[in-house]
């Protein structure tokens, strides 16, 4: 993502950089909200590991009558606890955009200040300058001039978008379709598989030409045709045929899918992120560790 500036003054040199710090001068809220957050993420991935080391998932080879080819069907006697997952998810999603919240409201009360419309206090993510600016007129513009700034640097707005979504905006439709729409689409689907087994032609002079065609479309479920290892030439099976079938949580959002653990694990990393800056500033020319920095774009769609 590259900024496309963000028309935000620094301030001058001059003046100390505010701190927000809680427990000392500002609420925990906000930190707590977090940890929280933090704590369904690694629930999510704990009872998505569980499941999947003890679900009897596996893939029947079936063997054509015509002999030329094996068909690879799936077998998953349990199903799949998607429900949980989404639950789990939307648990996280919703105290991360708490936590940004919670940012908001101790800005509007720092310093023992009272906002002029309490009830509209919400940590804004604006994707157009003229939506900041209702913002500015709502609360954020009676707040410290440096803590504005550091509202308006994480604004979606500020970046183009590429090739992904800006992960604030992502964060916001995640969360409201949790709370007041529908369940989040988690999915369940086929990541890899192995192959490893023993089959012989029942023509020893014949040409083998093995080519494995996969259904892409077919999503993992019991029963399903996963695809086909042709053979080219007749054959038997003279030993089992081992598949072994990794599964991983998917999330679809905006008919886009994504891997459900690691687009969780980027939203409470780059949340953390954002919440620093919005305590403790971005980094000055004066910082030995100064870096260019830009909000993260949700990456590519799983594949």
């Not at 105290?95 to 919400?122: C, E, Q, Y």
């Not at 913002?135 to 979606?156: C, D, F, N, S, Y």
């Amino acid at each position: 993502m590259s900024a496309q500036g963000t028309n935000v003054e620094p301030l001058p040199a001059s003046e100390p950089r505010i701190h927000l710090v809680g427990g000392i001068n500002f609420s925990t809220w906000a930190d707590l909200k977090w940890s929280r957050a933090s704590g369904h993420f690694a629930i999510l991935k704990a009872r998505f590991e569980e499941w999947h080391a003890s679900a009897p998932l596996s893939v029947e080879s079936v063997l054509r009558e015509d002999a030329r080819a094996v068909d690879l069907v799936a077998r998953v006697p349990c199903g799949f606890p998607t429900h949980e997952w989404a639950l789990n998810l939307g648990d996280a999603l919703h105290n991360l955009r708490s936590a940004l919240d919670a940012v908001a409201w101790g800005m509007a009360h720092f310093d023992d200040a009272i906002p002029a419309n309490p009830t509209k206090v919400t940590f804004p993510i604006c994707s157009t300058e003229t939506q900041w600016n209702a913002a500015l007129k709502v609360w954020a513009g009676a707040i410290h001039p440096e803590l504005q700034a550091r509202l308006k640097v994480l604004q979606p707005f500020n970046y183009t978008n590429g090739a992904g979504d800006a992960l604030l905006s992502m964060l916001h439709s995640l969360d409201i379709q949790d709370k007041h729409r529908d369940i989040l689409t988690v999915t369940a689907d086929l990541n890899e598989i192995g192959l490893d087994g023993f089959f012989e032609l029942e023509d020893p002079e014949a040409e083998m030409n093995i080519r494995l065609e996969m259904h892409s479309e077919a999503k993992f479920r019991d029963g399903v045709l996963l695809g086909t290892m042709h053979t080219g030439a007749r054959v038997r099976l003279t030993g089992q045929l081992f598949l072994r079938p990794a599964v991983r949580a998917q999330l679809t959002h905006r008919e886009s899918t994504y891997d459900a653990i690691e687009l969780l694990e980027k939203f409470v990393v780059e949340t953390r992120r954002y919440l620093d800056i919005l305590m403790h500033g971005l980094a000055t020319p004066d910082d030995a560790d100064e870096a260019q920095w830009s909000p993260l774009e949700v990456g590519p769609p799983a594949t």
